[in-house]
Every structure is written in structure tokens, then in C-alpha cells.
């Protein structure tokens, strides 16, 4: 009973993802791992969908601004309102170190974690940062991707999205927008 009962708990999550993933040839589902068991990073080597900046949504437009420096590369971001958001603001300015994701991302690991009490989930690509509860990283699109559960919506890139796959690995530097 004990192992029928385990079994099924650990499928949940995994029927809820597969259930959950819609994919179609022109989208990049974010493939999330653990950074304890990544062996191997890939280059990025997808070209962003669209080359306009996102436009903010409504929801976004009273928010903070922050701004991700990474060599000459400058990307803002306009923070929507939730409390994930404004504890990642809080937590600035930030030296860290940001890594290739997957075919469509960069990753950096705030110091502290994100309430994700009043995030709202993340969708679309090109320009959005969200933030993976389970493993704590924060994450740059620079592409499509497939909705997920534990992927949330912190903001959209308002000016120099175009660098975001262009973001070598390494230390970048995070502070608030005046």
C-alpha cells in the first residue's frame, strides 16, 4: 500500500507537466534542471520569434524597473506588481552569475527565494523574466516556451531584449532603474 500510495505521488507531478506542456513545432518547451545535476550547458543558438521589445500590459505599467548589465549588453525589465517581483527589487543591486539554459534561456539564482503567493503564471517567450519556484532561479527568454506550473511571470524586457541571447556566461550586475 505504501509503495502504491509513493508511486502515485511521485507521478502526479510528472502527469501535471506532460498534461499540462502544449508544444507545437514553432515553440521551446524550458527544460529545468536542478543545477546540481547539469552536466552540460548548451549554447543558445534560437533566434528570438520577434524582434520588437514586448510591450508592458497594464498590469505591468505602475511597476519597478531593474536593469540586467552583462559587459556592454544593457536589458531593462518592467516588474509587474506581484510580490515575487518586488521581493527580487528588494533584494537589489546584485553581482551574479548568470549561465546558458536550455535553447531559449538565461538563468541567475537571486540570493533569497521569491513569494510566489500573487505571481501570475508566466506565458509567451520573446522578453519575459520568470522565476522557476522549484529550483529558485530567475530566468531571461529569449524565445518561446511552454506554459508550467511553476513558472511565474515577474516582467517583461522593455529595451534590450535583442541581447538576451547574446549574454555571455558569467557575473552580471542587476540594479534598479531611477
Not at 63 to 92: C, M, P, W
Not at 120 to 141: C, E, N, S, T
Not at 149 to 178: C, D, K, M, N, R
Request: with cysteine.
Amino acid at each position: 500500500m505504501k509503495k502504491t500510495v509513493a508511486a502515485m505521488l511521485l507521478a502526479f507531478p510528472l502527469i501535471t507537466i506532460v498534461g499540462c506542456n502544449k508544444e507545437s513545432e514553432s515553440t521551446v518547451a524550458p527544460t529545468v534542471v536542478p543545477s546540481s545535476t547539469k552536466n552540460n550547458e548548451t549554447t543558445a543558438s534560437t533566434k528570438p520569434s520577434s524582434s520588437a521589445e514586448p510591450t508592458p500590459t497594464e498590469d505591468q505599467t505602475s511597476g519597478k524597473r531593474i536593469q540586467i548589465i552583462a559587459g556592454e549588453h544593457v536589458v531593462t525589465f518592467q516588474l509587474n506588481d506581484s510580490t515575487a517581483a518586488q521581493n527580487l527589487y528588494a533584494q537589489l543591486p546584485l553581482s551574479l552569475k548568470i549561465e546558458n539554459y536550455s535553447s531559449n534561456e538565461k538563468i541567475f539564482y537571486p540570493p533569497q527565494p521569491l513569494d510566489i503567493s500573487d505571481a501570475p503564471q508566466a506565458g509567451g517567450g520573446f522578453g519575459v523574466l520568470a522565476y522557476y519556484a522549484p529550483w529558485g532561479d530567475v530566468i531571461l527568454f529569449y524565445d518561446d516556451f511552454s506554459p508550467n506550473g511553476s513558472l511565474y511571470e515577474l516582467g517583461q524586457a522593455v529595451s534590450g531584449s535583442e541581447h538576451i541571447q547574446s549574454i555571455e556566461e558569467g557575473t552580471i550586475t542587476i540594479e534598479s532603474v531611477p
